[in-house]
């Protein structure tokens, strides 16, 4: 499958034990994420990620052709909800688009952590 990863600021520690935590749901997966996260992720994780611009620099909206051409199975952004975001357009859009593509997107770490189930299961299911 092939898997975004993004998270605000304030949730890139969460995202980092969350893919540490289920590494071997998302080994073998292609993952792509925006810049710092997916940076983070493959230093601390050391999966492949290929990474696009920081989120508010057009790498939401990367993710986001992604989603909008087919390119995609599923996102996982842990947004951050008590901070206002000046790429809140960019972070909108793309949970619009996954939601006209029928993207599966979760949001917080509880619909997260069921994606990661999803995938073990599947990968018990070869």
């Known amino acids: 499958m092939r898997i975004a990863l993004i998270a605000h600021d304030n949730r890139k520690q969460a995202m980092l034990k969350y893919v540490a935590e289920n590494r071997s749901a998302f080994e073998g997966h292609e993952l792509f994420a ?9 230093e601390h994780t050391g ?6 611009l920081s989120g508010p620099l057009g790498g939401d909206q990367q993710i ?3 989603v909008a051409t087919g390119q995609l199975d599923m996102v996982i952004f842990l947004r951050d909800p008590l901070t206002a975001m000046p790429h809140e357009p960019d972070v909108q859009g793309l949970l619009r688009l996954c939601d006209v593509r029928d993207i599966p997107v979760a949001t917080n770490l ?14 018990n299911t070869k």
Not at 34 to 42: S, Y
Not at 47 to 52: D, K, M, Q, T
Not at 110 to 123: N, Q, T, V
Request: with cysteine.
């Open 34 to 42: 925006t810049g710092t996260t997916g940076k983070l992720v493959k």
């Open 64 to 66: 986001g052709s992604l």
């Open 47 to 52: 999966l492949p990620v290929h990474c696009f």
């Open 110 to 123: 509880g619909s997260a952590r069921m994606f990661a189930d999803d995938l073990i299961r599947l990968k």
